[in-house]
């Protein structure tokens, strides 16, 4: 199920959250191909007007949302890699962990992020929400092999190898293309996640 940001009852001086928040429950249910302004205003429980004093059009309330979903996502792998007992290598797996989890629990979000052209990944708020949530992915490796990616081509090269095989398989399960039970428990779909991921680990 997506984990969607929670609803409140729209008070002065959230309006701005109130209707990111209605921007992912109405991602979610109608996609991109339904979404609009006039759509989230209706279910956050304002008039359709009130979204011009935070957003000039739908694809600026995407990009915030957007830039929600890299918080979240950084979140994610942080809080993986805090937990995860071991070096760097484990370290590196749990981040990469915290990275498909978060995909399987918000396709929806998950391809506004990486998959559509709506977004402006130039604004501000949304390419530095993005770089963090990058920046765990190039700093591992640097830990773990002392490659640099912003002036290293083999670190590009692990940074690039790592980010497709998560990448990749997030969108595996996402698809169902691997055809797991049904009834996999969470703690053997994440062992499963972790010792696929441990074989892409980067070499020093």
Same mark, same amino acid.
Do not use: Q
């Given at each position: ?8 009852? %729209?008070?002065?001086? =959230? ?12 991602? /979610? ?5 339904? $979404?609009?302004? !006039? +759509? ?5 429980? /304002? ?22 979903? $890299? ?9 993986? *890699? =805090?937990?995860?007992?071991? +070096?760097?290598?484990?370290?590196? /797996?749990?981040?990469? /962990?915290? %990275?498909? *989890? ?19 990944? @130039? ?6 929400? +993005?770089?963090?949530? $990058? ?13 640099? %990616? ?6 590009? @090269? ?25 009834? *996999? ?13 441990? !074989? ?5």
């Amino acid at each position: 199920m997506p984990t969607a940001l929670p609803h409140k009852p %729209y008070h002065h001086g =959230d309006l701005r959250l109130t209707l990111i928040a209605a921007a992912e429950a109405e991602l /979610v249910e109608k996609g991109l191909e339904g $979404f609009s302004l !006039r +759509g989230c205003a209706k279910r956050a429980g /304002v008039s359709h007007a009130a979204p011009a004093h935070h957003f000039k059009d739908a694809d600026a309330l995407l990009s915030a949302l957007a830039a929600e979903g $890299f918080d979240r996502l950084n979140e994610s792998m942080v809080k993986a *890699m =805090d937990a995860a007992d071991g +070096g760097m290598i484990e370290k590196f /797996v749990a981040s990469g /962990v915290g %990275y498909v *989890m978060f995909a399987c629990a918000n396709p929806a979000l998950f391809h506004l992020m990486f998959g559509s052209k709506r977004p402006d990944h @130039e604004s501000p708020r949304l390419s530095e929400a +993005g770089g963090r949530a $990058f920046a765990v992915l190039t700093g591992n490796v640097l830990a773990m092999t002392g490659r640099d %990616y912003a002036n290293d081509p083999a670190a590009g @090269e692990d940074v690039i190898a790592a980010w497709a095989m998560v990448h990749g398989l997030s969108e595996l399960l996402i698809g169902d293309k691997l055809h797991l039970p049904e009834d *996999m428990p969470p703690a053997a779909l994440e062992t499963m996640i972790a010792a696929i991921i441990r !074989r892409s680990a980067p070499k020093s």
